[in-house]
């Protein structure tokens, strides 16, 4: 048996660290190490129950929207209101931008460009994909940068600046949007939509969001070649994509993009085919193989965070989450699945969740969420409210945030004492994928996923498409 | 053009990677081409670099020792001083705050980016168990991680883009004038920023300027009024540029609806009090301007109060204009 530690893994959001044990020539073991440790969940001891609203967006710069939004949710619940419809659809309109932004940043700046590296010199296609997608220089980088700002403005409109905005209130939001605001939303909504169908997809979002198996998606890929979307297909398909880096699909998901008449895309555990609630009381953490005191599994609302550098069994900042005892994955496959989109369970059941998987779930979650955003728009009322007063006490002493950042599952449970923050334990989506063993010893999903990967070198690609198909946000993870 | 690009290093440390986030903001050109542009070559940023692992560890080595040459080093997030650097470590143990110091030391030009970076920022707040701080502040102190008197072989002390996140202006047109050898020590102010932006204050251009200067104030986020008096914005103080440059395009912590809350500052993350009220005594907010003496603030504040059109009273309090400015006596229905 041979170790290797690997790092830094880059084109990742923060700072990741991978130990391989290999035998025969594949990996025996993994361990995943999350190197950073800030502790926020300290830093928010002891304040105002609604400064969590200025704190927690800086746990993350990729993801601080949905920091916000699983803030703001539990701050709903300590203060008993909740936003007005328009409070809720601007919401809505502010955290898919987020989603959509890191979807592409995570598709065109981290992903592709590792199909673009020297290594991959002999293949047929190497050629077409160096030139689109190296790094930085690539010519796909530049009109997706410019995309991506026209998008962004509607942060600027709705949210003041990104990331770290203080618009998400309990109960609504800061900004009212006059007829005027909204015209220009929608043009830059549907400027942003033209990007998408020429250069990204090739074909009119519904298209994308009318692929309903595994057939479909190959036919697709034939009708617009030239689409960066297909174009990823077509490696996919010639590495195999489909057999790498499939972990113990059991999929997570929390409530998110709640408008009056339900959520968007609804909470749940995928297993074995099929979606069952989510037992949120069946949530804990474990602290083992992290650098923090404590051993074995607590509830969040019973757990702490407090640094031990030196203790032995640790490998980790990060805790590992589990639901009922066992580790699960989250991210826009988790979603897709429990939305019963028909081309991810079709994908999920041949071939489990993989890194064709998790990115083809990343990529048509664009597509679907941008005409849902042009009915955002559309449903506000303008003469409305769009927020209501937050009461000046807080009227319970505990509360639980749940949202979806675009890499999964986020939860915030917050307690209080004597009306000041006493305990906020969070547990963001690659805290799950990324977890490291449990006091069982059980993998965490990414571990779980390396597991049995047949490679020459320890640096091989297909270790980073793994690990960069999982779309890790690392400063999320230990925060 | 003749002239040979300057090699940029990137690297992040205690922070939560928003700067470079909003530098990918950048609008018009985005931002590799900006870069390009003004002269730079991004020789390594963790989330843009193509080379990953081994040979990125063996390139931070070679740059550390001096093998290959770099002209600036940007640092986004705080060096994690604590537990002997133990709360950030790179693949092969070492402290990434030694490697931080390494570089530092041997590069022209050293810039901070963000608010972590320049004085530790929300990373060094509450306890700090982590030992977070700057490049060359600690806080509002001289001395961080590089000592107080730090000046990079360049000869500028490190350049602070405070800032929580930064402006992508703010980073990329320091990074044009450093990279033109354009910034001189008198271009900055005595927190090591860039004084293009910090000599404004918020306040300047803000949309609520009016309301301000009738005292017509806001009782909750989300509505017109100034957000000063009671729903703790600090832009009377806060040096930055936010409301005539604007962010996202057009918008600003005010035209957002929400208050300053000084984010340029050292110690922005512990004010003290809430971040969303202003703490008052005797019925007057407790942060004033800087520069105005308080008995003039009062008096004028007392004059001003009695003076405010109703217009501007009742539009304070609501969520959008319900009294519109009136029209001269001849073009009245
Ligand atoms: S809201 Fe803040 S920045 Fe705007 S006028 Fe009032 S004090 Fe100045
Ligand atoms: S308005 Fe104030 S808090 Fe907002 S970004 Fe500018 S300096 Fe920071």
């Known amino acids: ?479 | 053009m003749a002239s040979k690009n300057k090699r940029l290093l990137w690297l992040q440390s205690g922070g939560c990677g928003g700067c470079t986030l909003s530098l990918l903001n950048a609008e018009a050109p985005s931002l590799f081409t900006t870069l390009a542009d003004i002269g730079i070559e991004l020789i390594w940023h963790p989330s843009f670099a193509e080379q990953s692992l081994d040979e990125a560890m063996q390139l931070l080595q070679r740059l550390a020792n001096g093998d290959e040459p770099l002209d600036m080093l940007c640092l986004e997030g705080a060096v994690m001083t604590g537990a002997a650097g133990r709360f950030h470590l790179l693949p092969d143990g070492q402290a990434m705050s030694t490697l931080i110091e390494q570089l530092a030391r041997r590069t022209s030009q050293v810039i901070a980016v963000g608010t972590c970076a320049a004085y530790g920022g929300i990373s060094a707040a509450g306890d700090n168990l982590t030992g977070a701080t700057g490049l060359n502040h600690s806080g509002n102190h001289p001395g961080g991680l590089l000592g107080g008197d730090f000046h990079a072989a360049g000869g500028l002390p490190v350049v602070n883009i405070s800032g929580c996140p930064t402006h992508p202006g703010w980073v990329l047109e320091t990074l044009a004038l450093l990279a033109s050898d354009s910034l001189k020590a008198s271009d900055l102010d005595p927190l090591g920023r860039p004084r293009f932006y910090a000599d404004k204050l918020v306040h300047h251009g803000c949309d609520k300027n009016e309301f301000y200067e009738f005292k017509a104030s806001a009782t909750a986020p989300g509505q017109m009024g100034c957000l000063m008096e009671h729903v703790g914005c600090k832009g009377t103080q806060a040096h930055a540029d936010c409301n005539s440059r604007g962010w996202n395009g057009e918008g600003s912590c005010l035209t957002g609806g929400y208050p300053c809350i000084n984010c340029t500052a050292p110690d922005f993350a512990d004010p003290g009090h809430g971040f969303f009220s202003t703490p008052q005594v005797a019925g007057f907010p407790v942060g004033l301007p800087t520069d105005m003496p308080k008995a003039w603030f009062v008096a004028l504040a007392t004059l001003s109060k009695s003076a405010t059109p109703a217009r501007v009273r009742q539009n304070a309090t609501r969520d959008r204009i319900t009294v519109p400015p009136s029209l001269p006596k001849k073009n009245k229905a």
């Open chain 1, 1 to 479: 048996m041979s170790r290797r530690i690997l790092g830094p893994f880059n084109r990742v959001e923060g700072d990741l660290n991978i130990t391989l044990d290999f035998a025969d020539g594949k990996v025996s073991a993994a361990r995943v190490t999350a190197p950073l440790f800030r502790g926020f969940e300290r830093i928010l001891l002891g304040r105002e129950p609604l400064d969590a609203l200025a704190i927690v967006p800086r746990i993350c710069g990729i993801c601080s929207v949905s920091q916000s939004v699983a803030a703001a949710n539990a701050l709903s619940a300590l203060y008993g209101i909740s936003p007005p419809p328009n409070g809720l659809h601007v919401r809505n309109l502010v955290h898919a931008v987020e989603n959509i932004a890191d979807h592409l940043s995570h598709f065109y700046l981290f992903f592709m460009p590792d199909f673009a590296r020297a290594d991959y010199q002999s293949q047929p296609w190497h050629a077409g994909i160096f030139a689109r997608f190296q790094a930085q220089r690539g010519s796909a980088v530049a009109p997706m940068l410019e995309a991506r700002a026209i998008l962004m403005r509607f942060m600027g409109s709705l949210a003041g600046h990104w990331p770290h905005t203080l618009c998400l209130q309990p109960g609504g939001v800061t900004k009212v949007v006059s007829a005027a605001e909204r015209v220009r939303l929608q043009q830059w909504l549907r400027t942003f939509r033209r990007y998408l169908e020429q250069h990204t997809f090739g074909q009119p979002l519904e298209a994308i969001a009318a692929l309903d198996s595994a057939e479909a998606l190959a036919h697709y890929r034939q009708q617009a070649p030239k689409a960066d979307f297909a174009c990823f297909l077509d490696i996919a398909d010639q590495l195999h994509l489909h057999t790498l880096g499939r972990s113990y699909d059991r999929f997570i998901a929390a409530d998110a993009y709640a408008a009056p008449d339900g959520c968007w895309s609804p909470a749940g555990l995928w297993q074995n085919g099929s979606s069952q609630p989510l037992a949120l009381d069946d949530i804990s953490e474990d602290n083992h193989s992290s650098w923090l005191a404590g051993e074995g599994s607590a509830a969040p609302l019973h757990n702490d965070t407090v640094p031990l550098p030196d203790k032995a069994e640790g490998y980790s900042w990060s805790k590992a989450p589990r639901i009922a005892g066992a580790a699960a994955e989250t991210g826009a496959l988790a979603r897709g699945l429990l939305r019963g989109e028909n081309l991810l369970c079709d994908m999920v059941t041949r071939d489990g969740g993989n890194v064709l998987s998790r990115v083809v779930a990343r990529l048509t979650e664009v597509a679907r969420i941008v005409p849902q955003m042009e009915q955002w728009l559309a449903a506000l009322q303008l003469d409305d409210a769009f927020q209501l007063a937050t009461p000046t006490q807080p009227q319970h002493s505990q509360a639980i945030g749940l949202t979806e950042a675009a890499r999964g599952m986020l939860g915030h449970w917050v307690a209080l004492d004597a009306g000041r923050i006493s305990r906020y334990q969070i547990i963001a989506p690659t805290t799950w994928n990324f977890s490291p063993r449990d006091s069982q010893s059980l993998p965490g999903p990414l571990e779980k996923a390396l597991e049995g990967v047949e490679a020459s070198d320890p640096q091989a690609l297909q270790v980073q498409h793994i690990v960069r198909s999982f779309d890790p946000c690392q400063v999320c993870t230990t925060h």
